[in-house]
Nanobody, 123 residues
Framework: QVQLVESGGGLVQAGGSLRLSCAAS????????MGWFRQAPGKERERVAA????????YYTNSVKGRFTISRDNAKNTVSLQMNSLKPEDTALYYC????????????????WGQGTQVTVSS
């Protein structure tokens, strides 16, 4: 089992940057694919970015490509999301999640979730 704790959210002006971090418990972190999701009020949750257990594969939703970067440090049990050129439409509650590395990143099923960290981008 994996427990996840996000940090790094906050209020930032449009065009600014934030770095989200997710700390994971457990000795098997390196066997999990990791993802960042977000949910804005009145909208469905969407997968923003994901990274394979090895770090060799990544995924980004189209709206954040070129602006966000996901990375992981298996030695420190952490995954991060660097968010640059933030836009008001990036405002949401951001969640970190873990999926078994037994399947490909494209079909990963996320079984473990953090509590979320709020990101608010003002115009």
């Amino acid at each position: 089992q994996v427990q996840l704790v996000e940090s790094g959210g906050g209020l930032v002006q449009a065009g600014g940057s934030l770095r989200l971090s997710c700390a994971a418990s457990g000795r098997t972190f390196s066997t999990y694919h990791m993802g960042w999701f977000r949910q804005a009020p009145g909208k469905e949750r969407e997968r923003v970015a994901a990274i394979s257990w090895s770090g060799g594969s990544t995924y980004y939703t189209n709206s954040v490509k070129g602006r966000f970067t996901i990375s992981r440090d298996n030695a420190k049990n952490t995954v991060s999301l660097q968010m640059n050129s933030l836009k008001p439409e990036d405002t949401a509650l951001y969640y970190c999640a873990a999926a078994s590395g037994s399947y490909s990143l494209a079909v990963a099923r996320y079984d473990y979730w953090g509590q979320g960290t709020q990101v608010t981008v003002s115009s």
